[in-house]
């Protein structure tokens, strides 16, 4: 699957939750390996913001991301819809320090989306694989999320609150194609009681029956609940009467737990690429999920390339004989068995290391070692079929080495070991040279990596 970003540009003008600003927000195209990234064009310099987790400086109210002193707020519900439409690279130009809150809910921006359109780029999706349960979780709220491995990414959310009005509450949803029409309308939610700190805290001057479900939950004297209704610019309600105080209708009886899985999947949106995985929050919120997605970007900056899905009941994409007549060699220098996975601009292939391999007669007798040389050659042959398997006619063609940078063997390499490669284009081809960057797997640890450059050259 390749990367994704808008056809073209669109905007939103509209009051912030917090701040009651008047706020324009315009979406722009961006070049692959891009990602989410928002510029506060109103300040001096118009600094630009990685939309990522490491970046979240506050979760009150909302998710906050700064660099330097210029921050930008309640971001959550574009960032979902980005993230649902599978939209890889995106720049937010805004004029203030959040984005407008519109109705609430991420339906304009995924309405938005739709309109405009989006386009197809040339680089691959680098999705992050859950591959064991991964689980965050918070003893003092009893928040908690876990992750679970999965082909596809969904989410189980389950909400409570000591309410009469909101108690237990869950929302799911199987499949982001229908984060649209079952998710993206459902609108945050604030209980009466919490209104009052939140003003004292020069918050929500935006906040409306509009753009907010508000939950009355709570008798209290009618004076004072006539002046928290005056607070909110809202008619006055018997203090008798519990439920919601909004004009609209709820959008479903589980609305305000829709309103969780909407904010989780903005926040999963921080860890820069698309997940792959099942994800079940407990009483999520935005605390727990940006310390779930920055435990996540912890794992990506700490090794560059996740190491590739190998499923051995999976038919391989090209096996040994398909691999016999894309490359010359033979035994016993055919160092690649099998190919499992190949995009534009990169391919995964596999080498079963085995006692019977000819060069352990000498490398060691005693304690047999795969030769860091071998590991090269096979990366190389690996990305000798990427190369030719473009080509109209791959059997006229052989590769060559040129150069080979940057080698590092981090653990040596056993009888019983499968190698898996994974060997990407660093460059586009420029008169029939390529390089590439190939790293070597055993399990989830990084072998050997490398660079190399190779010619292609037509056979005599």
Do not use: W
């Amino acid at each position: 699957m390749n990367q994704i970003t808008l056809k073209g540009e669109f905007s939103f003008t509209g009051k912030g939750l917090h701040t009651g600003l008047e706020v324009t927000a315009r979406f722009l195209p961006a070049p692959e390996n891009h990602g989410y990234k928002i510029k506060r064009i109103d300040l001096e310099g118009q600094p630009v913001i990685d939309a990522l987790a490491e970046n979240v400086v506050a979760t009150n109210r909302g998710t906050v991301i700064a660099k330097g002193e210029a921050r930008v707020s309640t971001i959550e519900h574009a960032m979902a819809a980005l993230y649902a439409s599978g939209i890889d690279n995106c720049l937010i130009e805004v004029n203030a320090p959040e984005l407008p809150i519109l109705d609430g809910s991420a339906k304009p921006y995924c309405d938005a989306i739709a309109a405009t359109g989006t386009v197809e780029q040339k680089a691959d999706k680098d999705f992050y694989y859950v591959k064991q349960r991964i689980e965050v979780r918070d003893e003092a709220t009893g928040s908690s999320i876990i992750v679970l491995p999965d082909d596809d990414f969904s989410l189980d959310v389950k909400i409570n609150f000591n309410s009469p009005v909101l108690n237990n509450q869950f929302a799911t949803l199987e499949h982001m194609g229908r984060f649209a029409s079952d998710v993206a309308a459902s609108r945050t939610f604030v209980f009466v009681r919490e209104v009052e700190p939140l003003v004292t805290n020069n918050l929500i001057k935006g906040g409306d029956l509009d753009n907010a479900i508000v939950i009355y939950d709570s008798p209290m004297q009618q004076a004072e609940l006539d002046r928290l209704a005056d607070l909110m610019g809202v008619p006055h309600k018997d203090v008798s009467d519990l439920g919601y105080l909004n004009n609209i209708p709820l959008t479903s009886d589980n609305e305000p737990a829709r309103h969780k899985l909407l904010d989780l999947v903005g926040d999963i949106a921080l860890i820069g690429r698309p997940l792959k995985g099942r994800v079940i929050a407990t009483r999520p919120g935005h605390s727990i999920n940006t310390t779930f997605a920055k435990k996540i970007r912890k794992e990506i900056k700490h090794q560059e390339v996740q190491a590739p899905v190998y499923n051995p009941n999976k038919e391989p994409l090209m096996d040994n004989l398909r691999i016999r007549e894309l490359l010359p060699h033979r035994y016993p220098f055919l160092l690649v068995d099998k190919i499992i996975e190949k995009g534009s601009n990169y391919i995964v292939g596999v080498k079963n290391i085995t006692a019977n391999e000819p060069f352990f007669q000498g490398h060691f007798p005693q304690e047999p070692v795969l030769p860091g040389v071998l590991q090269i050659e096979a990366m190389a042959q690996t990305g000798g079929i990427l190369v030719l398997s473009g080509l109209e006619n791959p059997e006229l063609y052989s590769t060559y080495f040129m150069k080979i940078d940057n080698v590092k063997f981090r653990q040596k390499v056993v009888p019983g070991d499968t190698l898996v490669f994974h060997v990407s284009f660093m460059t586009e081809l420029r008169r029939g040279c390529a390089m590439m960057k190939g790293y070597a797997f055993v399990g989830e640890k990084i072998v050997t990596e490398c660079e190399f450059m190779a010619q292609i050259i037509k056979n005599k």
